[in-house]
T-cell receptor
Framework: NAGVTQTPKFQVLKTGQSMTLQCAQDMNHNSMYWYRQDPGMGLRLIYYSASEGTTDKGEVPNGYNVSRLNKREFSLRLESAAPSQTSVYFC?????????FGPGTRLTVL | AQSVTQLDSHVSVSEGTPVLLRCNYSSSYSPSLFWYVQHPNKGLQLLLKYTSAATLVKGINGFEAEFKKSETSFHLTKPSAHMSDAAEYFCVVSDRAGSARQLTFGSGTQLTVLP
């Protein structure tokens, strides 16, 4: 099992550009999550999907959209990137109350 | 609403000495509590979790944590630090909100292990 995988690992964007971060899990988990990690702030929840076909906002959803493509895949889209979205993005999936994290995508917006 | 406070942003210990990373939490319900570790430029790895069974929880790599409801604490300990323990540690509380479990993270404690 690969667990939770994320692509790309690194990305540099210019202000106003768009991009999609991809996440996939092979553990047959129902719930998936997107977080951002900024220095000194732990992880903050952007969006989550409790099951295929549903998505809900987390703590910091502004400027992002998500798609739960199927049970395995959960993507995060930045429509018009801003420097404030420079961060490390983590995807996670869960069974019961335990979440398993991907390796992260380091995004820089210039 | 739930919250987590990690009382030290940085902890420095010598190799072979005990480790104590402190965490206090606030939750309206009976929470699940976790410790995750993050090594540089890596994802988060689950160290251990508490889910209302035994109050002393043993995790991987010799770490353990004790749930103390009266003190609303969930401190992480290890008897003897190893150089490979140098990393950032996150205390996390989980509660049900809406249709899925949501995690609230502490701000992290950076552990340095000195030779």
């Amino acid at each position: 099992n690969a667990g939770v995988t994320q692509t790309p690992k690194f990305q540099v964007l210019k202000t106003g550009q768009s991009m999609t971060l991809q996440c996939a899990q092979d553990m047959n988990h129902n719930s998936m999550y997107w977080y951002r990690q900024d220095p000194g702030m732990g992880l903050r929840l952007i969006y989550y999907s409790a099951s295929e076909g549903t998505t809900d906002k987390g703590e910091v959803p502004n400027g992002y959209n998500v798609s739960r493509l199927n049970k395995r895949e959960f993507s995060l889209r930045l429509e018009s990137a801003a420097p404030s979205q420079t961060s490390v993005y983590f995807c996670a999936s869960s069974v019961s109350d335990t979440q398993y994290f991907g390796p992260g995508t380091r995004l820089t917006v210039l | 609403a739930q919250s987590v406070t990690q009382l030290d942003s940085h902890v420095s210990v010598s190799e072979g000495t005990p480790v104590l990373l402190r965490c206090n939490y606030s939750s309206s319900y009976s929470p699940s509590l976790f410790w995750y570790v993050q090594h540089p430029n890596k994802g988060l790895q689950l160290l251990l979790k508490y889910t209302s069974a035994a109050t002393l929880v043993k995790g991987i790599n010799g770490f353990e944590a004790e749930f103390k409801k009266s003190e609303t604490s969930f401190h992480l300990t290890k008897p003897s630090a190893h150089m490979s323990d140098a990393a950032e540690y996150f205390c996390v509380v989980s509660d049900r909100a809406g249709s899925a479990r949501q995690l609230t993270f502490g701000s992290g404690t950076q552990l340095t292990v000195l030779p």
